[in-house]
């Protein structure tokens, strides 16, 4: 850490330089244009949710469009070829048949994480409608009550609870995070198989109110349970997310930004794989506003030891452990983790996060099974896996990691 953080002076007066921004031209295009141009796959999954006359507007106004421009070696060309080829659909996705013009939420646990979630997803102005379930009726009404007394102080929204999940119908997305907590010294595949019961419970009444929904699975351990709500609800691989490595990663990224004394969104890097721990940190990706971190180490001839990145990633597994320990539980992290979920969905964002995803095929992972990988998210759900170029150690660790949450879901009874 010594190491990393003596760098930052060396980063700022190397890497960080301030540069006139050249005048733009009429036919400057901008990165967004160049870099994110639709794959075919994509492609389809887009034109599916657009209305008639929203196709006709982007035909009408883009670039991309022009006459020409898809030209053999075109910057248009090349660009569809990079997303054609990096971000791939996961095998079997479908669009929501329905584009809506307000959107509803429902969260199913009014727990902890279950409030945070919808104390986050209010002030952020991310919804329309919020329906919150329940088995306690006394707590869920209360919690209900709270944030309608905060009604003068959060944008316009209407707040509804009920343990029956009628109340939950035409949602956009469900966010489950209710579950049986892990008892000392139980297994996992125990607490896997204890929340498979409660699962078979909630997944079929939230699909047969929400048939369109996307389903965004919060309750742990999330892998396993994101493969099972993918079995109990027969909705589209694409449409079934668990929140994974989303919130390690930013743990990841707090952690190199607090060494480096620089903002956390100006740090970029991932941790994939099974959240918890055997999660597998994404070295080789990481950069410093823009810089590759491992490369300018060694461009520079500063030291460092694998030992300090495998400290760092062990500071981003115990952190949940840390917080549990001082406070009793983690809520707000996760609360504002699942917000920039529900955000990139319901607002189309295409945002990139890591999150448990149908992993079947991707890295040389032949089981079909959900571990985190970076993807790119939209109103569609998954839009598409990164196929992020590993190192053969990453490689080999997360494959290490499919492997053990395959045998966990193998056992289940779904």
């Not at 971000?87 to 727990?111: D, M, Q």
């Not at 491992?294 to 694998?306: A, E, M, P, R, W």
């Not at 571990?371 to 190192?391: F, N, Y």
Request: aromatic share 6%.
């Amino acid at each position: 850490m010594s190491a990393l953080a003596a760098s930052t002076s060396t980063i700022q007066s190397s890497s960080i330089q301030t540069r006139s921004a050249a005048p733009a031209t009429a036919t400057s295009r901008s990165p967004k244009s160049v870099f994110f141009t639709q794959g075919e796959s994509r492609l389809q999954l887009r034109v599916a949710m657009a209305t008639k006359e929203e196709t006709k507007a982007r035909t009408m106004f883009d670039w991309r469009a022009q006459a020409g421009d898809h030209a053999e070696g075109s910057a248009s060309a090349v660009a569809e070829k990079v997303k054609s080829t990096l971000f791939k659909a996961i095998p079997g996705s479908s669009a929501p048949s329905l584009v809506k013009r307000t959107y509803k939420v429902t969260v199913v646990g009014v727990g902890n994480v279950g409030m945070a979630c919808a104390q986050t997803i209010l002030t952020q102005d991310l919804c329309d409608e919020i329906a919150l379930v329940d088995v306690v009726a006394d707590k869920l009404k209360g919690e209900m009550l709270d944030l309608k007394h905060a009604a003068a102080f959060l944008p316009r929204a209407t707040i509804l609870a009920d343990t029956d999940y009628k109340v939950t119908e035409g949602s956009d997305i469900c966010i489950v995070t209710a579950g049986a907590r892990q008892r000392e010294g139980e297994s996992r595949l125990a607490l896997v198989e204890k929340n498979v019961a409660l699962f078979k419970k909630i997944i079929p009444q939230l699909v047969k109110y929400s048939p369109e929904t996307t389903l965004l699975i919060i309750s742990n351990p999330v892998d396993a349970l994101t493969y099972v709500a993918l079995k109990l609800s027969g909705l589209p691989p694409n449409r079934v997310i668990g929140s994974g490595t989303n919130l390690d990663s930013s743990r990841f990224r707090w952690l190199l930004a607090d060494h480096l004394d620089v903002n956390a969104q100006n740090v970029h890097g991932y941790i994939v794989g099974e959240h918890g721990d055997s999660s597998v940190p994404l070295w080789s990706t990481v950069s410093i506003g823009g810089v590759p971190l491992i490369g300018y180490l060694k461009q520079n001839n500063i030291d460092y030891s694998t030992g300090t990145l495998k400290e760092l990633h062990r500071m981003v597994v115990d952190g949940a452990y840390e917080v549990i320990k001082l406070k009793g539980y983690t809520s707000w992290a996760i609360g504002y983790s699942v917000a920039s979920l529900v955000k990139s969905v319901l607002r189309d964002q295409r945002r990139i996060h890591p999150v448990s995803v149908c992993a079947q095929g991707f890295h040389g992972i032949e089981d079909e099974v959900y571990l985190s990988l970076p993807a790119e998210i939209g109103r569609a759900g998954i839009i598409g896996v990164m196929d992020s170029p590993l190192t053969d150690e990453e490689r080999e660790q997360l494959q290490k990691s499919a492997k053990t949450l395959s045998d966990i879901q193998q056992k289940l009874d779904i």
